[in-house]
């Protein structure tokens, strides 16, 4: 998996994330301020329905929920910060037959998002470093 990181004046960033093996190419869109990072890929690009993936002022155990139009709850929540803040998104409505567990998200205030693990419930993790 290769990922590249496309950011435009206005604070908008895009990780493109190829998989080479099976020919797939999947591009998550965020926003960064001075105030967090928020990221348009759980409405599916729409851009006016971001959605906060960390607040830089937040305090361990923040939790931002969103319900999904197909009905899907997702919660993330600030389990660590400091230098490195990381949010824990779940899936808390999902019965146990889907495959992912949670996604774990690994965010510097000076870099943005530098990482996501993708953790399952039938396979090894995968992690993602983005540079």
């Known amino acids: 998996i290769s990922i590249e990181i496309v950011s435009s004046a206005n604070g908008d960033s895009e990780a493109i994330f190829v998989d ?25 690009g729409d851009k006016s329905k971001p959605a906060t993936l960390v607040e830089y002022e937040a305090s361990i155990g923040t939790q931002w929920e969103y319900t999904l139009p197909s009905g899907t709850v997702v919660r993330r929540e600030l389990v ?8 824990e998104q779940t899936y808390p409505n999902i019965p146990f037959a889907i495959s992912i567990e949670n996604i774990e998200w690994e965010i510097s205030p000076q870099k943005g998002v530098v990482a996501c693990t993708i953790n399952y419930t039938d396979e090894d993790p995968i992690r993602l470093d983005i540079d």
């Open 80 to 87: 660590e910060k400091g230098n490195l803040f990381k949010v």
């Open 20 to 44: 080479e093996i099976e020919g797939d190419t999947s591009i998550l869109e965020f926003k960064a301020t001075d105030q967090g990072i928020y990221d348009y890929v759980l409405f599916e």
